[in-house]
Nanobody, 119 residues
Framework: QVQLVESGGGLVQAGGSLRLSCAASGSISDINRMGWYRQAPGKQRELVAAITRGGSTDYSDSAKGRFVISRDSAKNTVYLQMNSLKPEDTAVYYC???WGPGTYLYHYWGQGTQVTVSS
């Protein structure tokens, strides 16, 4: 199992920046991929960015060019640097770990952190 603890959300003006952190603990050696999802009121949860165990990254169209996902393996922590924030980036951001020692993979989630971008 994996435990995920997020931090770094808050209120920022449009054009500003925030950095989210997600610290993982537990059976982290079986994490295949970590990522950030977000969910705005009335909308479905969507993938924002992800990084695989091998270091490959993937971004949603809305995140490309503005957000950067990175990790510090020594600290078992994944970061999401968000720049040029827009009001439409307002959402609860969730850290996600795709975990599994075998073929079947499980999703683990953090508690979520609120990001609010004012216009």
């Amino acid at each position: 199992q994996v435990q995920l603890v997020e931090s770094g959300g808050g209120l920022v003006q449009a054009g500003g920046s925030l950095r989210l952190s997600c610290a993982a603990s537990g059976s982290i050696s079986d994490i295949n991929r970590m990522g950030w999802y977000r969910q705005a009121p009335g909308k479905q949860r969507e993938l924002v960015a992800a990084i695989t165990r091998g270091g490959s990254t993937d971004y949603s169209d809305s995140a490309k060019g503005r957000f950067v996902i990175s990790r510090d393996s020594a600290k078992n922590t994944v970061y999401l640097q968000m720049n040029s924030l827009k009001p439409e980036d307002t959402a609860v951001y969730y850290c996600n770990a795709l975990w599994g020692p075998g073929t079947y993979l499980y999703h683990y989630w953090g508690q979520g952190t609120q990001v609010t971008v004012s216009s």
